[in-house]
């Protein structure tokens, strides 16, 4: 099974989800009211402050900066480092602004919960490893501004390692979801076009080149080989109008397979397939097995049915049985001359037919037509010993 690739940068900061959007959001409310909360925090202590002048310029600035990210919106990563560059000078002017001794304690900062935003920005850009580096640079500038580590530092940058990880690592799994949601969304919309495009070509092209190819049969000589040269564009164009051949889809599914298109490619030219609109499904073993025995019942037709007979290829679902009847409009044969050839040691009826069909744990029996004409139905469970 191939490795599902691996979404490119591009496509990641493109595959944004509702989830990233929502946080995206709650990060510009939350950015004005850790601003809030700072103010409050500063203003509570006001007077054991040894600059109060200059909390309200720092201050101020953060308001300004929380201000113009929640009209401005902005996600780019570049201005999310700037807000940590702001952020980190905010905090290291705590030992300016407070009193040597409570800058030095270090309970708290100017920003407070501030200094979880760039954190928490860069998390939701580059995911848990951005956030993980942005919380240590945080957490190296709370060290450098009480001057030693401690408890109070230490606890804080806990707090901010595991805000960056956890965040970053729910953003990045909500990204490559939804990517994988519109991977698959584009895969199913390329489907259902080339079963559309398929449907067309089978209406009009298909049924042309199938006329010419019996027509040049009828004609011989030079008419035939041009009947044989639209038989084989036949085969080709219902291959690519399925998608790919039948060794081609076996090796790229794991699981179950859609009869109808592994009977194209060998029904071309020869049949009329007739099959049910929506997927008849088995695992790919039992399929290899049935298109084998229907290549085998085609040849016989090929082989025996006369000049002129046409065949048809029907599929039927039975729920927990799958019936595949090959029936042919030609001289016919009787049950003696299938024994005898048998006997004689031809057996393509009794094992590139029955046998096949018996391994998968079902039957395969023929009926003959009174007036010509040759029908083999083999019933299949869809699942069994097969």
């Known amino acids: ?11 990641v900061r493109e595959g944004d989800s509702l989830v990233i959007g929502a946080l995206w959001g709650a990060l510009r409310v939350y950015r004005l009211l850790a601003v809030v909360y700072a103010v409050w925090g500063a203003y509570a202590r006001r007077e054991g402050m040894a600059r109060p002048d200059l909390v309200a310029v720092v201050l101020g600035l953060l308001a300004l900066w929380s201000a113009y ?18 952020v980190a000078a905010a905090i290291l002017s705590t030992r300016w602004i407070d009193t040597p001794a409570a800058a030095l304690e270090g309970i708290t900062t100017v920003p407070g919960v501030f200094q979880s935003v760039p954190v928490i920005g860069v998390a939701l850009i580059l995911g848990w490893r951005g956030g993980l580096v942005v919380s240590l640079v945080m957490t190296a500038v709370m060290i450098l501004q009480v001057g030693r580590v401690d408890s109070e530092p230490v606890s804080n940058a806990g707090l901010l390692i595991m805000l960056g990880v956890c965040l970053g690592y729910g953003a990045d799994i909500a990204r490559k979801e939804q990517l994988a949601l519109r991977r ?18 089978h209406d009009g092209v298909l049924q042309a080149l199938a006329f010419i190819h019996r027509r040049g049969l009828d004609l011989g000589g030079e008419a035939a080989r041009l009947g044989e040269l639209a038989a084989e564009q036949e085969m080709q164009l219902r291959a690519l109008a399925s998608g790919a051949s039948l060794p081609e889809l076996e090796a790229t599914v794991d699981g179950p397979v859609d009869v109808r298109r592994s009977l194209q490619v060998p029904v071309a030219g020869m049949a009329t397939l ?18 084998a025995a229907v290549e085998a019942a085609l040849d016989n037709v090929r082989r025996h049915a006369g000049e002129g007979a046409r065949a048809w290829v029907l599929v039927d679902d039975l729920g927990a049985d ?8 030609g001289v016919g044969v009787s049950q003696d001359a299938l024994d005898a050839a048998a006997g004689h040691g031809r057996l393509g009826v009794s094992s590139s037919i029955r046998s096949r069909i018996e391994d998968l744990g079902g039957r395969a029996t023929y009926v003959f037509g009174p007036g010509g004409g040759t029908t083999v139905e083999m019933w299949v469970p869809k699942v069994g010993r097969g």
């Open 69 to 86: 990210m929640y009209v401005s919106a902005r996600r780019d990563l570049v201005i999310h480092l700037v807000e940590m560059v702001l």
């Open 322 to 329: 799958l019936v595949v009847t090959v029936r042919d409009n």
């Open 274 to 291: 007739v099959a049910p609109h929506e997927p008849v499904e088995i695992d790919p073993r039992r399929a290899r097995e049935i298109v």
């Open 1 to 11: 099974m191939a490795a599902t690739p691996q979404p490119t940068r591009r496509e």
């Open 184 to 201: 698959a969304l584009a895969k199913q919309a390329e489907i259902a076009e080339r079963d559309r495009l398929a449907r067309t070509v």
